[in-house]
């Protein structure tokens, strides 16, 4: 959906745009949108088609950064999705180690912690970042996104962790939350929230990297949607996006959650995977389960982002028990094969409700 919108503002303002709306009468034509990307099937096209094709992609692409266009790519069917595991679970491993697990499992990114106890300290990430995303890619996989707590932009580690992230090529980090205190009315938490995100938006543009703020259940800002959408509205969807959560936006609002998404859906650029049921008590809990064992209806939240045309990398979090890695200690409580077996089996489930 955001690429949607930055390739339909694109036909619609750009200067440039006169030539390629010669070829894309509607921006919301992804076939062709992926052709003119992707040159698909160009062996029969005759010299001037092939001609004008390549430039009019030159120019759709210089218009965005690499990280969008990589969206419209899966969006038109030419890359599998990238399915990250958080690295918060693999604590307990070195960055080599953690790269290897995830590929072992079967994951083809990782949500690298940049964060206080996360895998890279922020004191330390000019050092540590590329060391680790180094790994990373040694074993053949991505980071397309990195967690953080950002959320000052006067912190003087806001810009060390941003700068590094961005000269890595790291296209997203999701930033850190904005609670509600009490006796602090309500709506000036969320000003004071969107005053905040603006000024990280430039930094986030200057560095070519976007934040990404969870829906996250409880007492934060962005817990029931429509107050996250009060504290993004108007910003550009491009720097500044949502990383829907679909547990979180559940716990909230077991019914309306397809509302929370369809308000969001612009701003979307990332995904969170997770599962929950409630204890069946007088006094119910919150229970965190593995895929599939929950009240999350993936099906039909999966064909909802089909619906709007949501493309962006999903983060799969395993909170249910783990042997301690579903809180990130730094010691596995349980056997390694366990742990394998346990985060293997509800990568597979996941998979398989994406090719159903």
């Given at each position: 959906m955001l690429?949607?919108?930055?390739?339909n503002?694109?036909?619609?303002i750009n200067n440039?745009?006169a030539?390629?709306r010669?070829?894309?009468k509607?921006?919301?034509?992804?076939?062709?949108?992926?052709d003119?990307?992707?040159?698909?099937d160009?062996?029969?096209?005759?010299?001037r088609?092939?001609?004008t094709k390549?430039?009019?992609?030159?120019?759709?692409?210089?218009a965005?950064?690499?990280r969008?266009?990589?969206?419209c790519?899966?969006?038109?069917?030419?890359?599998?999705p990238?399915?990250c595991?958080?690295?918060k679970h693999?604590?307990?491993l070195?960055?080599?180690?953690?790269?290897?697990?995830?590929?072992?499992i079967?994951?083809s990114g990782?949500d690298?912690?940049?964060?206080?106890?996360?895998?890279?300290?922020?004191?330390n990430?000019r050092?540590d970042?590329p060391?680790?995303?180094?790994?990373?890619?040694a074993a053949?996989?991505?980071?397309?996104m990195i967690?953080?707590?950002?959320?000052?932009?006067s912190?003087?580690?806001?810009r060390?962790?941003l700068?590094t992230?961005g000269?890595l090529?790291?296209?997203?980090?999701?930033?850190?939350?904005f609670k509600?205190?009490?006796?602090?009315?309500a709506i000036?938490?969320?000003k004071q929230?969107?005053?905040?995100?603006?000024?990280?938006?430039n930094?986030n543009?200057?560095?070519?990297?976007?934040a990404?703020?969870?829906n996250?259940?409880?007492?934060?800002?962005?817990?029931?949607?429509?107050?996250?959408?009060?504290m993004?509205?108007?910003?550009?969807?491009?720097?500044?996006?949502?990383?829907f959560d679909?547990?979180h936006?559940?716990?909230?609002?077991?019914n309306?959650?397809?509302?929370f998404?369809?308000?969001?859906?612009?701003?979307?650029?990332s995904l969170?995977i997770?599962?929950f049921?409630w204890?069946?008590?007088?006094d119910?809990k919150?229970?965190?389960?593995?895929?599939g064992?929950?009240m999350?209806?993936?099906?039909?939240?999966?064909?909802?982002?089909?619906?709007?045309e949501?493309?962006?990398p999903?983060?799969?979090?395993?909170?249910?028990?783990?042997g301690?890695?579903?809180?990130?200690?730094?010691e596995?409580?349980?056997?390694?094969?366990?742990?394998?077996?346990l985060v293997?089996?509800d990568?597979?489930?996941?998979?398989s409700r994406l090719t159903?």
């Amino acid at each position: 959906m955001l690429a949607l919108w930055a390739i339909n503002h694109f036909l619609l303002i750009n200067n440039q745009g006169a030539a390629l709306r010669k070829h894309v009468k509607n921006p919301f034509d992804l076939k062709l949108i992926g052709d003119l990307l992707f040159f698909k099937d160009r062996s029969h096209m005759k010299r001037r088609a092939f001609i004008t094709k390549t430039a009019a992609a030159g120019m759709l692409a210089s218009a965005f950064p690499a990280r969008l266009l990589k969206g419209c790519q899966g969006m038109a069917g030419k890359s599998e999705p990238n399915i990250c595991i958080f690295s918060k679970h693999l604590h307990w491993l070195d960055y080599r180690e953690m790269a290897r697990m995830a590929a072992e499992i079967g994951f083809s990114g990782i949500d690298l912690t940049v964060r206080k106890n996360g895998h890279v300290l922020p004191e330390n990430v000019r050092r540590d970042l590329p060391l680790a995303v180094a790994e990373v890619r040694a074993a053949g996989l991505e980071v397309p996104m990195i967690t953080t707590g950002i959320t000052d932009p006067s912190d003087p580690f806001t810009r060390d962790i941003l700068e590094t992230a961005g000269k890595l090529g790291i296209g997203l980090y999701r930033s850190g939350w904005f609670k509600y205190m009490k006796g602090v009315p309500a709506i000036e938490t969320v000003k004071q929230a969107r005053k905040q995100l603006t000024q990280l938006q430039n930094i986030n543009k200057a560095n070519n990297i976007a934040a990404s703020y969870q829906n996250h259940s409880g007492l934060y800002v962005g817990s029931s949607g429509w107050d996250l959408l009060k504290m993004i509205d108007g910003l550009d969807p491009k720097w500044t996006g949502v990383q829907f959560d679909i547990r979180h936006a559940m716990v909230e609002g077991p019914n309306t959650w397809p509302i929370f998404l369809e308000i969001l859906a612009p701003y979307i650029n990332s995904l969170d995977i997770k599962d929950f049921t409630w204890t069946d008590t007088t006094d119910p809990k919150l229970l965190n389960v593995p895929l599939g064992e929950g009240m999350v209806p993936f099906r039909d939240y999966l064909d909802e982002l089909k619906r709007y045309e949501i493309s962006a990398p999903f983060s799969i979090h395993y909170e249910y028990p783990l042997g301690g890695a579903e809180h990130g200690t730094k010691e596995l409580g349980i056997p390694k094969e366990k742990f394998i077996e346990l985060v293997g089996s509800d990568l597979q489930y996941f998979k398989s409700r994406l090719t159903s």
